[in-house]
Protein backbone atom coordinates (compact mmCIF):
# COMPACT_ATOMS: atom_id res chain seq x y z
CA UNK A 1 0.00 0.00 0.00
CA UNK A 2 1.42 3.76 -0.89
CA UNK A 3 1.89 5.97 1.77
CA UNK A 4 1.00 9.35 1.22
CA UNK A 5 2.97 12.16 1.28
CA UNK A 6 1.68 15.87 2.52
CA UNK A 7 4.12 18.76 2.73
CA UNK A 8 5.16 20.13 5.99
CA UNK A 9 6.18 23.77 7.13
CA UNK A 10 9.10 25.25 9.24
CA UNK A 11 7.28 23.22 12.36
CA UNK A 12 7.46 19.58 11.01
CA UNK A 13 3.50 19.33 10.93
CA UNK A 14 1.73 17.72 8.15
CA UNK A 15 -0.54 19.85 5.74
CA UNK A 16 -3.45 18.83 3.80
CA UNK A 17 -3.67 19.75 0.03
CA UNK A 18 -4.62 23.32 0.07
CA UNK A 19 -1.89 24.33 2.85
CA UNK A 20 -4.30 24.08 5.79
CA UNK A 21 -1.64 21.81 9.16
CA UNK A 22 -3.92 18.98 9.03
CA UNK A 23 -5.69 18.43 12.87
CA UNK A 24 -5.11 15.28 14.78
CA UNK A 25 -8.17 13.12 14.97
CA UNK A 26 -10.29 13.06 17.59
CA UNK A 27 -9.82 9.22 17.98
CA UNK A 28 -6.69 9.45 18.23
CA UNK A 29 -5.56 7.73 21.65
CA UNK A 30 -3.19 9.47 24.49
CA UNK A 31 -0.94 7.00 24.41
CA UNK A 32 -0.01 7.36 20.76
CA UNK A 33 0.36 11.05 21.80
CA UNK A 34 2.40 10.32 24.30
CA UNK A 35 5.14 9.03 21.82
CA UNK A 36 4.91 12.23 20.43
CA UNK A 37 4.70 14.42 23.50
CA UNK A 38 6.51 12.40 26.04
CA UNK A 39 5.36 9.95 28.99
CA UNK A 40 4.24 13.39 30.61
CA UNK A 41 1.61 13.91 28.39
CA UNK A 42 -1.94 13.76 29.52
CA UNK A 43 -0.40 12.88 33.04
CA UNK A 44 -3.17 10.90 35.38
CA UNK A 45 -5.09 10.28 32.06
CA UNK A 46 -5.26 6.33 30.88
CA UNK A 47 -3.02 5.74 27.61
CA UNK A 48 -6.33 4.26 25.85
CA UNK A 49 -8.60 7.27 26.32
CA UNK A 50 -9.58 9.51 23.32
CA UNK A 51 -8.56 12.75 22.49
CA UNK A 52 -12.20 14.07 22.12
CA UNK A 53 -12.33 12.66 25.91
CA UNK A 54 -9.40 14.31 27.11
CA UNK A 55 -10.41 18.09 25.17
CA UNK A 56 -14.19 17.31 26.93
CA UNK A 57 -12.22 16.97 30.55
CA UNK A 58 -10.03 19.76 30.56
CA UNK A 59 -12.57 21.86 28.52
CA UNK A 60 -10.31 23.13 25.47
CA UNK A 61 -10.96 22.98 21.56
CA UNK A 62 -7.69 21.42 19.95
CA UNK A 63 -4.31 19.75 21.14
CA UNK A 64 -2.68 22.74 20.36
CA UNK A 65 -4.75 24.22 22.81
CA UNK A 66 -4.20 21.71 25.38
CA UNK A 67 0.04 21.54 25.06
CA UNK A 68 -0.14 25.50 25.36
CA UNK A 69 -2.44 25.06 28.69
CA UNK A 70 0.22 22.60 30.48
Do not use: H, P, W
Request: positive net charge; contains cysteine.
Amino acid sequence: MARRSYDTGLDNRCRDLDGEIRQKNGSTRIGTLRKTYGDDFARGYRSDMKLDTLLDDTGVRSLSEYLKRR
